[in-house]
């Protein structure tokens, strides 16, 4: 299975970003997808998930109202959409297919 994760990147806060994961290898459509980032000197924290058929999602508190989790079988890709980003967002985002594969994260950086 692959996972790669694209679209971070250093923006200022109060601003949108839009990370995409691209996959191969495993039956997609039958596969939770979730993000998860780590900031420096802190643990990986889930942030979205959503089912295999869309029907649940699922946010942290911390992102909850601002960030977006969707997900397109036919692409084999999941999004999340990042609004009204704050300092504290700055991570490495990671995507991840049910319980075992990982990509390789990208980087969001929110300064001004």
């Known amino acids: 299975a692959q996972l790669v994760e694209t679209g971070g990147g250093l923006v200022q806060p109060g601003t949108s970003l839009t990370l995409t994961c691209t996959t191969s290898?495993?039956?997609?459509?039958?596969?939770?997808m979730s993000w998860h980032r780590q900031a420096p000197g802190k643990e990986r924290e889930m942030v979205a998930d959503?089912?295999?058929?869309?029907?649940?999602?699922t946010y942290s508190d911390t992102v909850k109202g601002r960030f977006t989790i969707s997900r397109d079988n036919a692409k084999r890709e999941a999004y999340l959409t990042m609004n009204y980003l704050k300092p504290e967002d700055t991570a490495v985002y990671y995507c991840?297919?049910?319980?075992?594969?990982w990509g390789q994260g990208t980087q969001v950086t929110v300064a001004s």
């Open positions: 959503i089912t295999s058929g869309g029907g649940t999602i």
């Open positions: 290898g495993f039956t997609f459509a039958r596969y939770s």
């Open positions: 991840r297919a049910g319980s075992y594969y």
